[in-house]
T-cell receptor, first 114, second 113 residues
Framework: AQKVTQAQTEISVVEKEDVTLDCVYE???????LFWYKQPPSGELVFLIR??????QNEISGRYSWNFQKSTSSFNFTITASQVVDSAVYFC???????????FGTGTRLLVSP | DGGITQSPKYLFRKEGQNVTLSCEQN?????MYWYRQDPGQGLRLIYY???????QKGDIAEGYSVSREKKESFPLTVTSAQKNPTAFYLC????????????FGPGTRLTVT
């Protein structure tokens, strides 16, 4: 069975602080894909990143960075110098190559105050 | 602009009535999906379709029905058999079904009283 755990229900930070959102996953498959999505107050999920299980290189995109560690089954997401516009619910998700279901974590609500 | 359209944004119905949620995409994606989101929970898959005229049940299909007569459209009907229909419904699409990222519409918030 596949499972994604986002233990942090809600995180509050002040603008310009760095923040890390944790994601731990469980799967028996050797080939799988991990995703992060952002859900702003408007409700629409916005795709942020897709990473396959064979690529453990960390990735940086502007203020966003992702740390994928197969040894700990984690795919953590860090926002550097947070901004108020980063306030949203962030979801981590997992899918295996057999498809057919994208398994979501319960999400982490990030509140960035000015 | 390419994207996914869901209408309406808010929908109110009386208990016992069927209601159909619209989902249209102009991304030329083959696969489409319906998810349900409840407060404090992740998304749960209701139905998905990999190709026109074909669809499969997800984890919580009971009380829901879908059709896929056109590549661009994947409407979801919430029937009176759905015991707790009040929720936020999200439609998504992807190039093909599988490991590709899914793109989501703005969602429809359904309230049944």
């Amino acid at each position: 069975a596949q499972k994604v755990t986002q233990a942090q229900t809600e995180i509050s930070v002040v603008e310009k602080e760095d923040v890390t959102l944790d994601c731990v996953y469980e799967t028996r498959d050797t080939t799988y894909y991990l995703f992060w999505y952002k859900q702003p107050p408007s409700g629409e999920l916005v795709f942020l990143i897709r990473r396959n299980s064979f690529d453990e290189q960390n990735e940086i995109s502007g203020r966003y960075s992702w740390n994928f560690q197969k040894s700990t089954s984690s795919f953590n997401f860090t926002i550097t110098a947070s901004q108020v516009v980063d306030s949203a619910v962030y979801f981590c998700a997992l899918i295996n190559t057999g498809f057919q279901k994208l398994v979501f974590g319960t999400g982490t609500r990030l509140l960035v105050s000015p | 602009d390419g994207g996914i359209t869901q209408s309406p944004k808010y929908l109110f119905r009386k208990e016992g009535q069927n209601v159909t949620l619209s989902c249209e995409q102009n991304l030329n994606h083959d696969a489409m999906y319906w998810y349900r989101q409840d407060p404090g929970q992740g998304l749960r898959l209701i139905y998905y379709s990999q190709i026109v005229n074909d669809f499969q049940k997800g984890d919580i299909a009971e009380g829901y029905s879908v059709s896929r007569e056109k590549k661009e459209s994947f409407p979801l009907t919430v029937t009176s058999a759905q015991k707790n229909p009040t929720a936020f419904y999200l439609c998504a699409s992807s190039i093909v079904s599988g490991t590709y990222e899914q793109y989501f519409g703005p969602g429809t918030r359904l309230t049944v009283t």
